[in-house]
Every structure is written in structure tokens, then in C-alpha cells.
């Protein structure tokens, strides 16, 4: 079973950038496609990004396209999110997650997920 902690999150102005970063441990991430979720204040869990299991097909949010970037590391024990361009909306904890079955898209199967890390933009 793998295990998943979430770092890299903080207080930053709106228009600046965050990199968050997922750690797995107890095994590789190799075969699972990751992502990330994010969950404000009085609102539903929402998907953010994904990347396969290949790192080959990547998919996100309307609301982050062309701002957020997910990529994961060659020795598969990382999965980051890059955040560019921050707005207020984006406040959020954000989560990332661990797919089995390799697939990371918006209604991939997501079992497992992490503790959160908390960003907050100001405006």
C-alpha cells in the first residue's frame, strides 16, 4: 500500500506561484497514475490535474488549464504540481492522489490520497 504526503504549500499573493509535491512511501508510484484534488472551504472535492501512468497523457481542470502543471519525477516516488498565475478562487487544501489503475483522468479511480497541504492566495 502506498502512502502519499503532501508538501509545498503556503500563503502566497494572487499572481504568484506555489510547487507542491507529493512523496510516496512503502512502494514506487511506478504503474499508478497520480493526481491532485482540492477541497475550499464549504465546497464539494475537486479534480485538479492527473498524469497516466507513463506520464504520457496529463489532463486538468478547466479552471487551472494553461496556469497549473503536473509532472512526476524518473524515480517514481514524486508527483509535483506546479502553480502558476495563483488567484483567490484557488485557495483550497489540495490532495494528491494515487490511481491503480494507471488511467489519472477526471473519473479515474482514486483510491488513496494524502493528508493535504494547505495554499491560500490572497488578494
Known amino acids: 500500500q502506498v502512502q502519499l504526503v503532501e508538501s509545498g504549500g503556503g500563503l502566497v499573493q494572487a499572481g504568484g506561484s506555489l510547487r507542491l509535491s507529493c512523496a510516496a512511501s512503502?512502494?514506487?508510484?511506478?504503474?499508478?497514475?497520480m493526481g491532485w484534488f482540492r477541497q475550499a472551504p464549504g465546497k464539494e472535492r475537486e479534480f485538479v490535474a492527473g498524469?497516466?501512468?507513463?506520464?504520457?497523457?496529463?489532463y486538468y481542470a478547466d479552471s487551472v488549464k494553461g496556469r497549473f502543471t503536473i509532472s512526476r519525477d524518473i524515480n517514481e516516488r514524486l508527483v509535483y504540481l506546479q502553480m502558476n498565475s495563483l488567484k483567490p478562487e484557488d485557495t483550497a487544501v489540495y490532495y494528491c492522489?494515487?490511481?491503480?489503475?494507471?488511467?489519472?483522468?477526471?473519473?479515474?479511480?482514486?483510491?488513496?490520497r494524502g493528508q493535504g497541504t494547505q495554499v491560500t492566495v490572497s488578494s
Open positions: 492522489a494515487a490511481d491503480p489503475t494507471g488511467v489519472g483522468g477526471p473519473g479515474a479511480d482514486f483510491g488513496t
Open positions: 512503502g512502494r514506487t508510484l511506478r504503474g499508478y497514475a
Open positions: 498524469i497516466n501512468w507513463s506520464g504520457g497523457s496529463t
